[in-house]
């Protein structure tokens, strides 16, 4: 299993980001997908999970209104759009996969990190 992260950097506050991760060595189709972030001195936590069709899709308080996550299954990829971004959002951002019928079993990325400052 392999999760590749990119579109991460540096954003201005009020400003967007769309990352996006490359899933491979899975069915991707048999998988839920999400995305974690981990802010400094902060636990890691769930920021948006979007299930095989993104027919079941979640979102944490602190981003819904303002994020969308989607996936599109025939390249193996899932994506998380965030708009109107502020200081809190800066954490490393994870992807990870639920890969049916093991879901207990989490499967993440290498991480890329979001700054949000002015």
């Known amino acids: 299993v392999q999760l590749v992260e990119s579109g991460g950097g540096l954003v201005r506050p009020g400003g967007s980001l769309k990352l996006s991760c490359a899933a491979s060595?899975?069915?991707?189709?048999?998988?839920?997908m999400s995305w974690h972030r981990q802010a400094p001195g902060k636990a890691r936590e769930l920021v948006a999970a979007?299930?095989?069709?993104?027919?079941?899709?979640h979102y944490v308080d602190s981003v819904k209104g303002r994020s969308t996550i989607s996936r599109d299954n025939a390249k193996n990829l899932v994506f998380l759009q965030m708009n109107n971004l502020t200081t809190e959002d800066t954490a490393v951002y994870y992807c990870?996969?639920?890969?049916?019928?093991?879901?207990?079993?989490?499967?993440w990325g290498q991480g890329i990190r979001v700054t949000v400052a002015s």
């Open positions: 979007a299930g095989v069709d993104a027919d079941i899709i």
């Open positions: 060595g899975f069915t991707f189709t048999t998988a839920v």
């Open positions: 990870c996969a639920q890969i049916y019928p093991s879901t207990s079993r989490l499967y």
